[in-house]
């Protein structure tokens, strides 16, 4: 069974710009400041679902480790790790609302693109829009691919406890798991990349507001 490696973190590159007074750069700035701030409990349980792939992957490997006539144990290591998955949903149930909550403050950017003049300052913060968008739906297909992925990874563990459960039916399963851990893999290099391209188009359009207001 494959790590899972859910490396989302990496997205802390994403803003922050100062807040600079009234006008269109200081309303997308606080925008974009209030759609970060929502996406807090997003970060906050990164590390705690790392933590709990690690342990799970730690597990899985002292059970196959194990002897028939230590399956009291396989069943003791397995119930952890299912008690583990759960905490997982748990802590991607908080992931999801706290993206949710971001994606509700954005609407604000509606404002800032009414009160846009410039044809071209109009053009990009819609662009950025349009681009944040991409992501929130890029998260949310990842979402659900990491949902399927600790369902097949529950009925792995459920598997193991059972002492009737043959090898080929857990190499059947570990496959299973293995193959969602890959559609988990490119959700989260979609949304990586997605969330690379926010923060260029982000700098581009700050750029070209500061231009327009020099």
Same mark, same amino acid.
């Given at each position: 069974?494959?790590?899972?490696?859910?490396?989302?973190?990496?997205? /802390?590159?994403?803003?922050?710009? /100062?807040?600079?007074?009234?006008?269109?750069?200081?309303?997308?700035?606080? %925008?974009?400041?209030?759609?970060?701030?929502?996406?807090?409990?997003?970060?906050?349980?990164?590390?705690?679902?790392?933590?709990?792939?690690?342990?799970?992957?730690?597990?899985?490997?002292?059970?196959? /480790?194990?002897?028939?006539?230590?399956?009291?144990?396989?069943?003791?290591?397995?119930?952890?790790?299912?008690?583990?998955?759960?905490?997982?949903?748990?802590?991607?149930?908080?992931?999801?609302?706290?993206?949710?909550?971001?994606?509700?403050?954005?609407?604000?950017?509606?404002?800032?693109?009414?009160?846009?003049?410039?044809?071209?300052?109009?053009?990009?913060?819609?662009?950025?829009?349009?681009?944040?968008?991409?992501?929130?739906?890029?998260?949310?297909?990842?979402?659900?691919?990491?949902?399927?992925?600790?369902?097949?990874?529950?009925?792995?563990?459920?598997?193991?406890?059972?002492?009737?459960?043959?090898?080929?039916?857990?190499?059947?399963?570990?496959?299973?798991?293995?193959?969602?851990?890959?559609?988990?893999?490119?959700? %989260?290099?979609?949304?990586?990349?997605?969330?690379?391209?926010?923060?260029?188009?982000?700098?581009?359009?700050?750029?070209?507001?500061?231009?327009?207001?020099?």
């Amino acid at each position: 069974m494959k790590k899972t490696a859910v490396a989302l973190s990496f997205f /802390a590159i994403f803003l922050l710009t /100062a807040c600079s007074g009234s006008g269109i750069r200081g309303d997308l700035d606080q %925008v974009l400041n209030d759609t970060f701030d929502a996406e807090e409990e997003y970060r906050a349980v990164q590390d705690d679902l790392e933590k709990r792939e690690k342990t799970e992957q730690q597990l899985f490997e002292e059970i196959m /480790a194990l002897t028939q006539e230590e399956q009291d144990q396989v069943a003791k290591q397995a119930q952890t790790a299912l008690d583990s998955a759960d905490e997982r949903l748990e802590f991607l149930k908080t992931e999801k609302e706290s993206m949710q909550s971001a994606e509700e403050n954005f609407t604000g950017i509606d404002k800032v693109i009414k009160a846009a003049e410039e044809v071209a300052v109009k053009a990009d913060v819609e662009a950025l829009k349009a681009k944040m968008k991409e992501r929130f739906t890029a998260h949310s297909e990842f979402t659900k691919a990491y949902e399927k992925l600790i369902e097949r990874q529950k009925e792995l563990y459920e598997m193991l406890k059972k002492e009737e459960t043959t090898l080929q039916l857990l190499q059947e399963k570990a496959a299973e798991v293995n193959e969602q851990n890959e559609q988990v893999q490119l959700a %989260v290099t979609a949304f990586n990349e997605v969330t690379k391209q926010v923060n260029e188009l982000k700098d581009a359009t700050m750029k070209k507001i500061d231009e327009s207001e020099e």
